[in-house]
């Protein structure tokens, strides 16, 4: 039994009791409650190690499909710069053809220029075109002129003026006014 001696304090003291009412369990049923309890904690580990696989794997495919996408991005990128470069060569190309045509041109107006510019062309040019002919005997007139000079001198004198310094031009200013 139990002690029950008298304590001085100020709270009753609560007494424990030395025996257990609930029934005693057998080692079997302990071994299951113990697997039971097991059992649970593993399904609530299994369905966390679960969800945490969930998780991580919905991280890699939004991680892989963002990679994907930037990767995409890239390669449209520089596909577009490519296509840029290209027509801007084809423009350059189709621009040098139009130069050289130009300049063909050019060319050969260049020669019928020098063509047209020999005297045996424009006579046949002024025979064909103009009905032109040369000068016969009977067409010729001949003037005489008096032997008097025509060229008369100048009246007006002629000043030349040198190169001066600025100091003789503002001299020469200041002098001119008075």
Known sequence: MANRAYQYETSPRKYEQEYDNRPRKSKK??????QKTQKVKNAQKGKQEKKRQKIEAFKLRVTITFNVLIFLAIIFAV???????TQSFSEIQGLKAKVSEFQKENDQLEISIQNSLNLSTIE?????????QKLTNKQTIYLTLPKKDYVEPSTEEVVIEENTGIMQNIIDFITNIF
């Open 29 to 34: 049923q302990k071994s299951k409650n113990i």
């Open 124 to 132: 046949q040019t002024a025979k064909e075109l103009l009905g032109m």
């Open 79 to 85: 596909i577009y710069r490519n296509a840029l470069i």
